[in-house]
């Protein structure tokens, strides 16, 4: 993360520390797919509740996510900085609450899938990405870019 950008986070800020993942997103290489490998281990806190209670986490995540996302930006001076990496976390959890079974391939699977979209951003991935503003725009394309994902995950396991 460049320094002007570092000196306006605080991670004492409980938004901040969110909004970059608990201080993944300050990684100065790949900061989403650091953001990515550290929602894993934090999903691996929820992940065996009840369907309704994990997409309820999905929901207040994502609520929550816009809010903290939006605040970090307006407060780095910039607009989706890759150092917010709050939305890589929904993303990842939302594509992993489809692997088929529990194993490190299923995840390393998911995780490689997510990514894959994140970067490439096809579209309708892209078009969120440069058209929806705000933090619901930090939010959204890597909500979608969880949607293509899952597919992708819920085939192979549907194959496999």
């Not at 002007?4 to 605080?10: A, L, V």
């Not at 999905?58 to 989706?80: E, L, N, R, S």
């Not at 929904?90 to 992993?96: A, E, K, N």
């Amino acid at each position: 993360m460049e320094a002007k950008y570092r000196e306006k986070i605080r991670l004492t800020n409980p938004t901040h520390l969110l909004a970059v993942g608990l201080g993944s997103g300050l990684s100065p290489v790949s900061p989403g797919t650091m953001g990515s490998l550290v929602a894993i281990p934090i999903w691996l806190l929820f992940y065996h509740v009840a369907p309704v209670y994990y997409w309820i986490i999905i929901a207040v995540a994502t609520i929550y996510g816009c809010w903290i996302c939006d605040k970090t930006a307006k407060d780095m001076g910039t607009h989706d900085h890759g150092g917010i990496v709050w939305d890589e976390f929904v993303g990842m959890w939302i594509t992993l609450f489809f692997i088929p079974q529990f194993s490190v391939f299923w995840i390393v699977i998911a995780f490689a899938a997510f990514r894959l979209f994140d970067i490439v951003k096809p579209w309708p991935i892209r078009w969120f990405d440069r058209h929806v503003h705000g933090g619901i725009g930090i939010m959204v394309d890597d909500i979608v870019a969880a949607v293509f994902s899952s597919a992708v995950v819920w085939a192979l396991g549907a194959f496999f």
